[in-house]
């Protein structure tokens, strides 16, 4: 059906290497509540090792006695430093588990799995990203990581939507990369409150605000499954083609080793060709979208 | 290999010694069907058997089995779950060996599923050839899987008095050299197998409407088809037919606890892309919500999606499935009206 283009593999975290389904413990050594259902955890792996991943890769998390759960990958490899991010919408039982623990506490963690972006191949190129909701939570991955080699790319523009105002997330970095002058970024809320100035509508009405130059642009995108039918939609308006636009998609990767099928998109096992696609490779998939 | 002769009482004993050694499962009566059992004695097993409820994948993919056990005391300290025993699954149909070489491709290709892989390593297979069609729901014949030329360490057939051993592998050589007394087969014999061999070809009629090989595109093709909504229409959404597959390994993870809320284990258990919740992820969106979709996706996988990804069809037309089917959804009928649509142009 659809060809998937191979992609730099990473290594496993050597301690699952051989039972790829047996986790590895690591401890917890800040938690940063972001708001009201969502909490940025750090944390520390074994024997100061780093994760080696790449941005838009997941982790399997589990609470021993609820479960595991895949949960994207927040902080960029370029600080990565012996540690990394989650930021975890309290959703489900594991994520609600996690939600109760303590700094101190153990995770177990597989991965990091998954295809992430590619994004040696965006050096050069203008960099439109569109992140709904929880959906900055992969692309503050590659954010950062663009933005701590910041020399190798063109314009960096960030359209970010949430619900309301208190549903922003990282709204510390979103105030730091408004004050950069080598970042464009607008901000929306659904439904604004008192206290909101800025821009009220789906994050598609930001798009409005921009002029790119589609031919050396690549557009990103990744939030609730509503969106990105929209956000497409307002790529191909700006001129952006089909092979410069990249999408993460959520799907239930249960072993994230394209075993148990829950995550498959037509044939395309999103835990192994994703959760990372360009637009070129899913447009043949009837699921994907 | 080589070809050897067994006589049905050296079977038995055959069978009697491997008991004394090994886990030994295989065909046995029960409540007036036949299933996969671990036996202690050879006179439970039934090798002429016409099809059994779930298929030997059951000794190799278990229908439950604990990953690694915990404490969720200090984050929780992780064991190994117990080894599974070594082990003889006999009577086993090529339809069924045809099902495990593709497990084996999947669960040691990519990723490498060692509690899938560790299994089979100890496990020998004994097969034994269909010298007529189990019933009116299979269809081996189409699908290619009548009979196999791997897959197996020792290979029966069954010349009346007594059994052709096909000896397919060196574990198996061994297995025959240690617990049997065979003896090598001669012209004779040759010949006799080759009369029961070439016999039994008649007996089974092709059910497809189109050659096995045109059925990747037929499906491809298919993909818009109004079936797809009548199928959805019937479904039950019971999970029967992804439950009694012999191909079908997807699987679901949960954690159990103890009531001493502190020892657990992770479990993996047979799921079915046929459930509702199957592709429903935490925050509710669905993204196989229909259950067109999903019967549409488990035929997509039968037909086309697995034998892309590993080169083995993921139907051997063993017909539990249909036999399953409490609203008669079938892969025959599915695939040949998929055709026939195609045929009349619609």
């Avoid at chain 1, 989650?86 to 506490?105: E, F, I, M, N």
């Avoid at chain 1, 950069?180 to 821009?199: I, K, M, Q």
């Avoid at chain 2, 067109?292 to 990804?309: C, E, P, S, T, V």
């Amino acid at each position: 059906m659809v060809a998937i283009a191979s992609y730099p593999q990473t290594q496993l975290y050597p301690d699952i290497a051989k039972d790829i389904y047996l986790p590895f413990l690591a401890e917890i050594v800040e938690i940063r509540p972001m708001t009201a259902l969502e909490k940025v955890f750090t944390i520390e792996l074994p024997k100061g090792m780093s994760l080696g991943h790449r941005p838009g890769q997941f982790m399997e998390v589990s609470v021993f006695g609820v479960g595991e759960a895949p949960i994207s990958i927040s902080s960029s490899p370029s600080r990565s430093n012996g540690t990394f991010e989650l930021c975890v919408r309290k959703v489900g039982d594991v994520t609600t588990a996690l939600h109760s623990l303590k700094p101190g506490d153990k995770v177990g963690l597989r991965g990091p799995f998954g295809r992430g972006f590619p994004y040696e191949n965006f050096r050069g190129k203008d960099l439109l990203f569109v992140p709904g909701g929880l959906g900055l939570a992969p692309l503050r991955s590659l954010i950062n990581q663009v933005l701590d080699e910041r020399a190798h790319y063109g314009r960096v523009i960030i359209l970010y939507g949430a619900r309301n105002p208190g549903e922003l997330l990282f709204k510390e970095e979103l105030k730091a990369w408004g004050e950069r002058d080598d970042v464009e970024l607008y901000v929306t809320v659904d439904r604004a409150d008192e206290t909101w100035t800025g821009n009220v509508g789906v994050v598609t009405t930001l798009f409005k605000y921009i002029s790119i130059y589609p031919r050396n642009t690549v557009g990103i995108t990744c939030g609730p499954p509503v969106m990105y039918r929209f956000v497409l939609m307002e790529f191909f308006a700006k001129g952006i083609s089909e092979g410069n636009i990249y999408l993460s998609l959520e799907r239930r990767m249960k072993c994230g080793v394209g075993k148990c099928g829950h995550c498959q998109i037509n044939n395309v096992y999103a835990c192994q060709s994703g959760p990372v696609f360009s637009y070129r490779e899913i447009k043949g998939l009837e699921e994907a979208l | 290999m080589s070809l050897a002769i067994l006589s049905k009482p050296a079977f038995r004993d055959f069978v009697a010694r491997l008991l004394a050694d090994y886990r030994v499962a295989g065909p046995v009566a029960h409540n007036g069907s036949f299933i996969f059992d671990e036996i202690r004695d050879p006179s439970e097993l039934h090798m002429d058997y016409p099809t059994t409820l779930l298929p030997p994948k059951k000794f190799l993919l278990p229908i439950r089995e604990v990953l690694f056990r915990f404490k969720r005391q200090d984050g929780g300290v992780l064991q190994a779950p117990p080894e599974t025993p070594p082990t003889v699954l006999l009577g086993v149909h090529t339809c069924d060996l045809h099902a495990i070489q593709l497990l084996d491709t999947v669960f040691s290709s990519g990723h490498y599923d060692i509690h899938y892989v560790n299994r089979r390593k100890k496990t020998l297979i004994v097969s034994i050839e269909c010298l007529g069609p189990c019933d009116e729901h299979s269809f081996c014949k189409s699908m290619g899987t009548l009979t196999a030329d791997e897959g197996y360490d020792l290979h029966l057939t069954d010349l009346g008095d007594q059994y052709a051993v096909d000896v397919g592998t060196q574990a198996g050589k061994e297995l025959l050299e240690k617990y049997a007394s065979a003896k090598p087969a001669d012209k004779e014999d040759v010949q006799r197998l080759n009369a029961v061999i070439s016999a039994k070809w008649p007996r089974f009629s092709y059910r497809l409407d189109f050659d096995v090989s045109e059925l990747p595109s037929v499906l491809e093709l298919g993909m818009k088809s109004p079936l797809w909504e009548e199928l959805g229409q019937r479904c039950l959404a019971c999970a029967a037919c992804t439950n009694v597959c012999p191909t079908c390994f997807c699987f679901d993870v949960k954690d159990e606890v103890e009531l001493n809320l502190v020892d657990g284990q992770r479990v993996r258990q047979w799921d079915s892309c046929q459930l509702d919740e199957f592709a429903t992820v935490a925050g509710g969106h669905n993204f196989r919500a229909s259950r067109a979709l999903r019967q549409r996706h488990r035929f997509m996988r039968k037909g086309k999606y697995i034998l892309d990804a590993h080169k083995h069809l993921g139907c051997v037309g063993c017909g539990r499935c249909a036999r399953a089917c409490i609203v008669d959804i079938t892969p025959v009928g599915v695939f040949n009206e998929l055709y026939r649509q195609q045929q009349a142009g619609s």
